[in-house]
Nanobody, 117 residues
Framework: QVQLVESGGGLVQPGGSLRLSCAPSGKIFALLIMGWYRQAPGKERELVATVNSGGGTNYADSVKGRFIISRDNAKSTVFLQMNSLKPEDTAVYYC???????????WGQGTQVTVSS
């Protein structure tokens, strides 16, 4: 069982930046495609970005050019650097891990990001 521990959410003004972190438990980080999803009030959860073990990334169109997902394999941690934040980025952000070997999906507890002046 993999547990995901998230940190880094908070309140930021429009145009500001935040960095989210997520550290899975266990020793299978190399087998995990890591990602961030978000869910705004009244909306469905949506993909933000993913990164595979080789560093290949995928982004939602709404965050391209503003957000950067990365992973530190030595520290078994994934990051989401969020720049030029907009009010519409306000949501609960969830860390996700997909085990490529057995296709098991894991979710973090979520961290609130609020963009407001």
């Amino acid at each position: 069982q993999v547990q995901l521990v998230e940190s880094g959410g908070g309140l930021v003004q429009p145009g500001g930046s935040l960095r989210l972190s997520c550290a899975p438990s266990g020793k299978i980080f190399a087998l995990l495609i890591m990602g961030w999803y978000r869910q705004a009030p009244g909306k469905e959860r949506e993909l933000v970005a993913t990164v595979n073990s080789g560093g290949g990334t995928n982004y939602a169109d709404s965050v391209k050019g503003r957000f950067i997902i990365s992973r530190d394999n030595a520290k078994s941690t994934v990051f989401l650097q969020m720049n030029s934040l907009k009010p519409e980025d306000t949501a609960v952000y969830y860390c996700n891990a997909l085990n490529v070997r057995d296709r098991t999906n894991y979710w973090g507890q979520g961290t609130q990001v609020t963009v407001s002046s």
